[in-house]
């Protein structure tokens, strides 16, 4: 069983930055996808950040590009989501999800296994 644990969400205040991580466990992640996703309440969920498990291929959505990172420690089975120059409207539940496939995909329909989310609030 695929589980996905994310955490280091938080009340941060605009300008300021924050580290998700997402620990993978269950199976060897080796030639899978991840991807980080956030969603607000009344809205689809919003492709973020993608990443090949090797970390060869990331892709960003072009909101957060040049602010955000997604990396991985494969030693630690675990993806993370570096968050600089927080804005106002990246406030939401920030989701790590992974997919059976190395090609990198934004669509949120793509990804198998998804975790509980964690909460990022923005203060302005």
């Known amino acids: 069983q695929v589980q996905l644990v994310e955490s280091g969400g938080g009340l941060v205040q605009a300008g300021g930055s924050l580290r998700l991580s997402c620990v993978a466990s269950?199976?060897?992640?080796?030639?899978?996808?991840v991807g980080w996703f956030r969603q607000v309440p009344g809205k689809e969920r919003e492709f973020v950040a993608t990443?090949?498990?090797?970390?060869?291929?990331?892709y960003y959505a072009d909101s957060v590009k040049g602010r955000f990172t997604i990396s991985r420690d494969n030693a630690k089975n675990t993806v993370y989501l570096q968050m600089n120059s927080l804005k106002p409207e990246d406030t939401a539940v920030y989701y790590c999800?992974?997919?059976?496939?190395?090609?990198?995909?934004?669509?949120?329909?793509?990804?198998?296994?998804w975790g509980q989310g964690t909460q990022v609030t923005v203060s302005s």
């Open positions: 999800a992974a997919r059976a496939s190395a090609v990198v995909v934004s669509r949120p329909s793509e990804y198998n296994y």
């Open positions: 269950g199976r060897t992640f080796s030639g899978y996808g």
């Open positions: 990443s090949t498990w090797s970390g060869g291929r990331t």
